[in-house]
């Protein structure tokens, strides 16, 4: 079964990919992320019974973590760009550019 | 993929249940990229999330299935529902691809990635599935993580536990606004109010038969619309049609209104010519 | 052929007594030079008369030391007085030292007397010149030079004396730099003049390549030993060398335009002095010469073609000074001739160099004092009837005048007749072609001379109104009617008894056979010199002289253009010239530079475009960060297969 | 006493840097003074150096990177002292020639600022003392490069040198300073590059037996297999090549010099160009005979092109200053003949070359300078007649330029003559294109005197001082030397003679025997 898991999880982690290059918005892409992140946690925990050791969990387990910690911080940085210009779209911030 | 379907062929309610959840979390998962509207995708975010937390639990994860549901699904998701609801509910984007050939190069991206990663690991030689019952014996799932994060891990959970204040600390930071001028008091207020050309309340905003939404603006005795009727907030926040409008926007039916009621008006006072002239 | 080992002029012992201080002799013109050149302004007023002196001077320290040569006996003439080591590298030595012998000392003795008697003569003809000072340091400095190029013992020494001439003269045509035709005349007149050094200081290499050595002694010394072909190319490239400086026909253009420079000047270099170096060179490398009969035969022709061509260009020219350098082109040719001819012709090339050093000088001094008269003007259709208004030039003008063309008795039937018996002598076909190209040269010669002295002197007037000529001051009649007493004695005294052959029997060994003064030549000569003296009397004296030059027939029009001589530089060598730097300097700036550019404007180009791959969008990067780990995905894959 | 004439320099340039903002005067004098202290110090040494003695004296040797074996060793031998004493001559004439060239930059573009150092607009004021200062660092960095027997300590005063001569032209030079200043700067880089490559080869060749080195002695003793040496001869030929323009990459030198000012393009053209001809005397042939004897067919067609080339482009010029830098183009191609003619006349010959070019292109430089400083323009047409007007000026432009067509009598010739004598002894045919190359010489020089010197006075001319005093005794002493070397070049000879038979020696090449030696006397 660890297979089918893996295949699984290495889809939901493509479709999170391409969500992040064709939405435009800011926490949709963010959402794509966060997607990414679980199929790695799914993977982990696949292999972790595959291993028959908890390693894999834990590793899942600080995944998570830092994941919250990612979305803490992100979603604040939207907030201050929305509030300062607008809008949420990730096009628009492209001054940093030739 | 000769060797996984012979591994797993005796769990048959496993392979159901995979089967049935994976078809829906891909589904949910394509719905979250392609549905316009951001509440939409949150919605389908969560349930991937909640098919993923049964997938631990059946690969023998309870504790982790559970934390998924709980603080993943619950607080992480939540907190992006909450950034929706202030940042833009009906911010629906139009799905018109402004970077020339993004949309083409991405989708190849995605397939070639996943085409290589299925190949690889279709060539691994996975070997069979122990499980994990030996090491969830002493004491359940939980305890054996608990022993695990507290002896191999402990400087991770540590560092994993600065991370989250600072984290937390920095959204702080970020969202924070210092308040530039004095918080106005309420004597302030009431003598700006007096100062200003306007004392009287703002008028309410308009309500007729069918409707008496917030954000449909009040008519002004000669028929055209009045701005100070609706707070600029809800009004900023207006785009497309208002539903029970039969799709008109709020401004079109207000003016439909406003003829209607000119019209009814001026027969009253046609009639009312008319019986003069009659009692001439 | 004659054993040189026993050429005396080999075993030059070192000078003793008065000859011990020849390095005066150069010593006395260069402090002249540096003195009034350095001292500036200061030095105007005396600037001329320590000119004069210091040319003096050398002319004395000349005398002394010929007095203390002509007590030694035949061997003993040549004597080497060590200067100082100048070039010591490796192999090659070249020292400052300075050859006393026979051939030297008369080409002193020429240079001092001659110059002096011009720079007294220059006294009066600059007089009214402000920048007279100047004029006088670069006569001393061509002194120095010429000095130094017939003294010197080693061929560097002389080449460093052959290109100082070169640089003399350079300044000296350019005297009057004002005058745009004065300044192109030097800098033509340098440059030809460099491309035959050329050819001398390749010989020069040759010479060390081959011997070794770069001094007269052992370069005549092992001469014999060195292969046939060496030696004629070594000849050759002497040749060259010569003609570039003594104006011989490929190099002959600059001479005319020398003309440019004051009348002194004209006299001094390009009459008596400078151009004879290249004579003097054939002669003193007579060794070389010898051994190869094809270089000595090239040098005849050379010799014959330039005498016939400064003839005709002598011939047709209106500007006296330019007749008088066509005619010392033709003299130089004959001198070529003689040296050409080899161990006969010596003699009457170096006699027939210092006669013409003296009627020539006094020539061109006439001329001078003719145009000092006639303010300034060289036009001869402006002169005639000059003979009773200028007594003493006319005397000794015709003096010169009957000295050139070889009127019996005087200097110059002496030498070119000589000359012409040598040629003969010499027998077979080429002696003979020789021989008769002298012959009709003497007679052009006698043609062109007369027509110059009916122009100038005879017929009736026609001078412009403003014009009222006068007789010359006596510093300047005094050095003409000396050069003429020369012009009259020089050839007697050199040729009569053989006395100048046994005086430079120690440089080129003694005479074979006495020359004997009638020959059956003698005759035939007087007659053609009879038949253009006749012509010119009928064509200039009878008929009257148009004051402007009539359009003449095809001969005439090339002789007034110098037989094309320029035309043919101009179109072989400077136009392509010019249309090659033009194209050089295109090529330069256009290629290597534009490649250089190229390569820059390239790499601008390129980083130009690459920087547009930063859209700025967050969404491209994600692109290419999700290629990336493709790349690295399949990456991975490949190497675990 | 090598380091001490590296270091007063050093020390001078940075005490001049350092003064006080306005005091111009100040800096002029004190940048003179410690240049005539060097040029002293130059002297003195000269003197003492023991013709017989070993061949490098005044040696200097201490450890300055250990783990590499990169010593700070410094020594000089015939050769570079010759150099030395080249540049320290130099240095006090260009401080002196250059007064108050620092304010005009170039002479060209500003507005000739007052005395008191205001330029009313323009361009910003440039510092007088920065000038004076970034010419005394020069002078030590050349030293430092002649003095150096370690290959790395001379890498790196090679790569040091460009810093201040970029900054010389970048900032003070003509119109187009910035494009000749990076083009200089890119051209030396990339020859840097190479000899770097090289130099590092070189130190992993010696470490093979025993502690790598960079000492010259050690180095020349180990054998290196032919096919490595050629490549590391290639690396350090073309470095040099570029620093020496030979043809190729000859492009930078007319825009640097001709946009330099003049004091600056002296010493560009008078001693940095030589520091490639040195370098490929003392490092190219000695360390790697063999590769240079291989290459030499190559190198000298290269110089012959060179010679020929070089002297058609400077007929062609219309600017003084870019004629002259393409007649020096032409007296490099010399120099390389000479050197890789490799035998004593041809080697003692391009070294004595490297002096006298030194001389006789600085005085043309100099005089160039005066000429352009008075008249604001490099254009030949800009001027005619001058000759009537500043006789003196003329007259000192004359004997520059007939230094620079090789009069014999003035020093160029013995060295040419020394040349063109060796490279004939060896290989005959390009002797003889190179000797055509002074009839180009004649050309070039006299028709640019013609044109600015002789002929009417043009009216922009008519008010053109003489040279002053203090530009006499800038241009003096330079002629002179240059007519007592010509006349008695002993002093020169004897000091360049030993040092070249020992470098031949070593690379094991004699002189061929004349022709007919060989043959045996026959009867």
Known sequence: MTGHYLVLSAILFTIGGVGVLIRRNAIVIFMCVELMLNATNLAFVSFSRMHGTLDGQIIAFFVMVVAAAEVVVGLAIIMAIFRSRKSSSVDDANLLKY | MSGVVAAGAHQTGESVIFWVLAVASVAAALGMILVRKVVYSALLLAVVMLSLAVFYAVNEAPFLAFVQVIVYTGAVLMLFLFVVMVVGVSSTESMVETIRGQRVAAAVAGIAFVALLILGFGHATLPATTGLKDANAAGGNVLGLARLIFTKYVFAFEVTSALLITAALGAMVLAHRERITPKPTQRQLSEARIRSDRVSPLPPPGTYARHNAVDMPALLPDGTVSELSVSPVIARRRGGTHEDLHGELPEVAAKHEATTLRAVVERQVEVDSKVEEKEK | ?641 | MLTALIAIPALGALLVALLPKGRDELAKRAALVIALAVAVLTVVMAVRFKIGGPRFQFVEQHWWIKQFGVHYAVGVDGIALALIVLSAILVPVVVLASWNDAERSGGVTLPPSGEAGRSQGGEAQRSVKTYFALLLSLEAMMIGVFAATDVFLFYVFFEAMLIPMYFIIGSYGGPQRSYAAVKFLLYSLFGGLLMLAAVIALYVVSAKGGNGTFLFDELTKLHIQPTTAKWLFLGFIIAFAIKAPLVPFHTWLPDAAGQAPAGAAVLLVGVLDKVGTYGMLRFCIELFPGAAKWFTPVVLTLSVIGIVYGAILAIGQVDIKRLIAYTSISHFGFITLGIFAMTTQGQTGATLYMVNHGFSTGALFLVAGFLISRRGSARIDAFGGVRKVAPLLAGTFLIAGLSGLSLPGLSTFVSEFLVLVGTFTRYKVPAIIATSGIILAAVYILWMYQRTMTGPTAESVKGMRDLSKRELVVIAPVLAILVVLGFYPKPALDIINPSVKQSMVRVVQHDPKPAIAEKGTRP
């Open chain 3, 1 to 641: 052929m004659t054993t040189l080992l026993a050429d005396p002029q080999l075993h030059a012992q070192a000078a003793q007594g008065v000859q011990s201080a020849a390095w005066l002799l150069i010593a006395f013109p260069l402090a002249g030079a540096a003195i009034l050149l350095l001292g500036g302004r200061r030095t105007d007023k005396w600037g001329h008369l320590l000119g004069v002196a210091m040319s003096l001077a050398s002319f004395v320290v000349g005398v002394a030391v010929f007095v203390s040569m002509l007590g030694q006996p035949g061997t003993g003439r040549s004597r080497v007085v060590h200067l100082y080591q100048w070039v010591s590298v490796g192999s090659f030595k070249a020292d400052m030292n300075l050859l006393i012998d026979p051939l030297s000392i008369s080409f002193v003795l020429l240079i001092t007397g001659v110059g002096s008697l011009i720079h007294i003569y220059s006294i009066g003809y600059m007089s009214h010149d402000p920048d007279r000072r100047r004029f006088f340091a670069y006569l001393n400095l061509f002194v120095a030079a010429m000095l130094l190029l017939v003294l010197a013992d080693n061929y560097l020494s002389l080449y460093v004396g052959w290109e100082g001439v070169g640089l003399a003269s350079y300044l000296l045509i350019g005297f009057w730099q004002h005058k745009p035709s004065a300044a192109a005349a030097a800098k033509k007149a340098f440059i030809v003049n460099r491309v035959g050094d050329f050819g001398l200081s390749v010989a020069i290499m040759l010479m060390f390549a081959t011997f070794g050595s770069v001094s007269f002694q052992d370069v005549f010394g092992h001469a014999s030993q060195a292969s046939h072909g060496t030696i004629t190319a070594i000849g050759l490239l002497l040749l060259l060398g010569a003609c570039g400086k003594s104006a011989q026909l490929p190099l002959q253009s600059w001479l005319l335009d020398a003309m440019e420079g004051p009348t002194p000047v004209s006299a001094l270099i390009h009459a008596a002095t400078m151009v004879t170096a290249g004579v003097y060179l054939v002669v003193r490398s007579h060794a070389i010469f010898e051994l190869s009969p094809e270089a000595r035969l090239l040098v005849m022709i050379v010799g014959a073609a330039t005498l016939i061509a400064g003839a005709i260009i002598g011939c047709a020219k209106d500007d006296i000074k330019k007749a008088l350098a066509g005619s010392t082109m033709s003299q130089i040719g004959y001198m070529m001739l003689a040296a050409g001819i080899g161990k006969a012709g010596y003699v009457f090339a170096i006699a027939h160099l210092i006669a013409h050093g003296f009627f020539k000088a006094g020539l061109f001094l006439g001329a001078g004092s003719i145009m000092h008269g006639m303010n300034d003007d060289v036009d001869m259709r402006k002169f005639g009837g000059l003979r009773k208004v200028m007594p003493i030039t006319f005397a000794t003008f015709g003096l010169g005048y009957l000295a050139i063309i070889g009127f019996p008795g005087l200097s110059g039937w002496w030498t070119k007749d000589g000359i012409i018996d040598a040629a003969f002598e010499k027998g077979g076909t080429s002696g003979q072609i020789l021989g008769w190209t002298a012959l009709i040269g003497a007679g052009i010669t006698a043609y062109y001379m007369s027509r110059v002295m009916f122009m100038t002197f005879f017929g009736e007037r026609r001078w412009d109104e403003d014009v009222h000529p006068h007789e010359s001051p006596q510093v300047m009649t005094i050095p003409l009617i000396l050069l003429a007493l020369g012009s009259i004695a020089a050839g007697a005294f050199l040729i009569a008894g053989d006395r100048f052959a046994n005086f430079l029997a120690p440089v080129i060994g003694a005479p074979q056979v006495a020359h004997k003064l009638i020959t059956p030549y003698t005759g035939v000569v007087f007659v053609l010199m009879v038949a253009g003296v006749a012509i010119a009397y009928v064509q200039y004296l009878r008929r009257p002289v148009p004051r402007t030059a009539p359009a003449g027939s095809f001969p005439v029009v090339a002789a007034r253009k110098d037989l094309y001589g320029d035309a043919l530089n101009e179109s072989l060598l400077m136009r392509p010239g010019q249309w090659l730097t033009r194209l050089t300097v295109y090529f330069d700036s256009r290629t290597v530079d534009g490649l250089v550019n190229g390569v820059a404007a390239f790499v601008g180009g390129t980083s130009g475009r690459v920087r547009r791959l930063q859209t700025g969008y967050v969404r491209s990067y994600a692109l290419s960060m999700f290629f990336g780990a493709a790349l690295i995905v399949g990456a991975l894959l490949l190497v675990r297969l």
